[in-house]
Each structure stands twice: as C-alpha cells, then as structure tokens.
C-alpha cells in the first residue's frame, strides 16, 4: 500500500517530558485501494491536507532550487515526487537526502504551523499511529512556520542560504542520519554541519553558528521588539572570509527560551 495515497487526520497532545514541553502527535491514515493503484511512484514523504497551498509550492521551488531536479513537486495527494528530468546544478548531497526519505523506511508529514510560538521556522516532532502501528513505519512530522520568514532581514546571499527549503531539509536530515544540532555556542551542530555541505555544493554561503544571537544594539526585553541575528560565511577570491547576516525580531518569530539558553552557556 503506497504511503503516498494516504490522507490523513491529526489530533494533537502536549505531554511533559524531562520538565520539557512535547508535542506528540497522533496520525490516523487511511488509502483507497484504487487510489492507491493510480499513484506513479510510493514516496514516504507527504504534506498534510490542510497544507496551503502556497506553502505547497513554495517548498517545492525552493527544493527545486537546491536539488537541481527541475520537475521536483508534491503531486496532487501531496506526495513528494522527484520527477523524471535530469538533475541541472544543484547540490548532489540534497538529492542523496531527499531520495533516501522518500524511498526510505521512515514515513514523514509536513504539517502547517504559521505563528505558533514553539516553532521557530521549523521543528521535527514524533508521531504515533493511532492503530495498529505494528505493521507500519516510524512516523514524523515536520512543523513549518513559513510565516516566520517575512520577519527575516539581511544580506540577500545570507537570505539565499536561509530559507524554507533549507529548513526542511535540516530537518529531514534528523530523520535520514539522527545527527544532533549544536550544544554550545561556537559549534555548528552535526546536521547542520550536512546542510552546510549542500549549501558549498548550491556554491551559497554556509551557516557559521547553529544558534542566533541577540543583536548588539537590540534594546532590553520589556521594549516591543528584541532583535537577535543570525551569520553566514563564504570564502571571497583572495581566501579571506566574507560575513553575511540575517536579523528579525524574536518576540515575533519566537526563540526567546533559546537565547536564555545561550546566555546560560556563557
């Protein structure tokens, strides 16, 4: 039975785990044996129903971008489909990452979270099968805030590297390797230590720290905003390294528990 046909309904608990706050999911799927048949190719990957549709697109131009497979698109189940044309450009490593979930054993939702303030541009929860998970795959979902980036300002090539389709794919790459983000400021993390190979491979700069930052000259917490900062880094012609920044407003984004965190590590 093909993952791809599959469409689904979610209900939604928040337990406590370690003195955290966690999002377990519950995912109900059910397929028609004749829409199953009409699928052209089983992918593990889907968006969830309610997914707009703009969001829908605007991932799979942004992975189109990054992959280079110009007929990449989620298809009208909200299944992802690489397509049939050569890849042109890109980045080898994306297309490995993106082949192997969707053709891998894990299933994966890509669900709407615009303006939730424990989604930060994007997280990567676990998911439960409602029945019977016995016979089926370990279950995921990736929350996207793409309302988050209209609050990112910076440095165009900064903005290049730092979009929903990167996101997505640092979140994938949880899935297709479990690699760890970053513990400590100064470090970039294993998974996105991955994407930053991508971003080489796309010749964009790459991440140079995986927590942001609060800006300088960003005022105190009781002011309206509290702006925080992100950097990127490539290598110019004579080898020296060129910064490149990315700010928005955390009290807008969300992201506030994290630069205590970062604080706490100083």
């Known amino acids: 039975m093909s993952l791809s046909r599959r469409q689904g309904m979610f209900s939604s608990s928040v337990i406590a785990r370690n003195g955290c706050r966690a999002v377990i999911l519950l995912l109900s799927l059910t397929c028609s044996a004749s829409a199953a048949a009409s699928e052209q190719a089983q992918s593990n990957v889907v968006c969830r129903k309610q997914l707009s549709v703009q969001l829908q697109d605007n991932l799979a131009r942004r992975l189109r971008e990054i992959t280079g497979w110009p007929d ?50 994007g997280r990567l929860v676990s998911a439960r099968w409602e029945q019977g998970s016995a016979d089926k795959p370990r279950a995921h979902i990736v929350l996207m805030d793409s309302a988050d980036f209209k609050h990112v300002m910076g440095d165009k090539r900064g903005l290049d590297a730092f979009n929903v389709g990167w996101v997505l794919l640092h979140e994938f790459d949880h899935v297709a390797t479990d690699s760890d983000d970053a513990a400590a400021r100064g470090e970039i993390g294993e998974c996105e230590d991955h994407i930053n190979q991508m971003r080489r491979e796309c010749h964009l ?5 995986y927590f942001f930052t609060p800006f300088p000259l960003s005022p105190d917490s009781d002011f309206p905003t509290r702006f925080v900062r992100l ?31 970062i604080a706490a590590l100083r």
């Open 231 to 261: 950097s990127f880094f490539e290598d110019d012609a004579n080898k020296n390294k060129r910064r490149y920044w990315l700010i928005w407003d955390a009290k807008l984004v969300g992201g506030l528990e994290e630069i205590k965190q």
């Open 72 to 121: 990449l698109k989620f298809d009208s189940n909200g299944a992802l489909q690489v397509g049939a044309g050569e890849p042109v450009g890109g980045s080898k490593s994306a297309r490995d990452l993106v082949a192997k979930l969707i053709h891998g054993q894990d299933f994966i939702a890509i669900e709407e979270a615009n303006n939730r303030p424990d989604v930060v541009f």
């Open 205 to 209: 700069p790459q991440r140079a720290d």
